[in-house]
């Protein structure tokens, strides 16, 4: 799916963060000809994790449907796979469960603090719903 289609289904649907800037793929799912969730791939947002094998699931999001998360982290998994890719990695909010990756097949690989935010002097940023949270970052290799 388009990256446009993607951010404007989180823009509606996601309950605490923004749309992605940008992507390597997206993929949607649909029920009975109605997208119900989208999750969108890209580089790893931290440099020390941009290697060249590894992608990064920036957003998952779905309208509340049934499995429909579990689903998305699948799909992702598969076509990284198939792509050529060596590890997926993605964060939750401390407070997240993480159900759905863990139905996938992800693993929790390291707790975060939460830090105040992504700006810095040099480069401004405005906050995109992750600063002063606690998170968790999950991966799944495929050695």
Known sequence: MSLKTAQEFVRQHHRHNK?????????????????????????????????????????TCTDGTRNANSMLYGAVTRAAKAMGYR???TYTQAEE?????????????????????WSCPSRER??????????????VNFA
């Open 19 to 59: 749309p992605p800037v940008g992507h390597k793929f997206s993929v949607g799912l649909m029920a009975d000809g109605v997208l119900v969730g989208v999750a969108v791939a890209g580089r790893p947002v931290a440099r020390a994790l941009d290697d060249g094998r590894t992608l990064e699931v920036t957003r």
């Open 126 to 139: 405005q906050d995109i719903g992750s600063a002063n949270v606690a998170r968790m970052r999950w991966e």
């Open 87 to 89: 590890r997926l990695v």
């Open 97 to 117: 469960s993480g159900a759905s990756l863990r139905a996938a097949g992800w693993k929790i690989v390291a707790a975060l603090p939460p830090r105040a935010g």
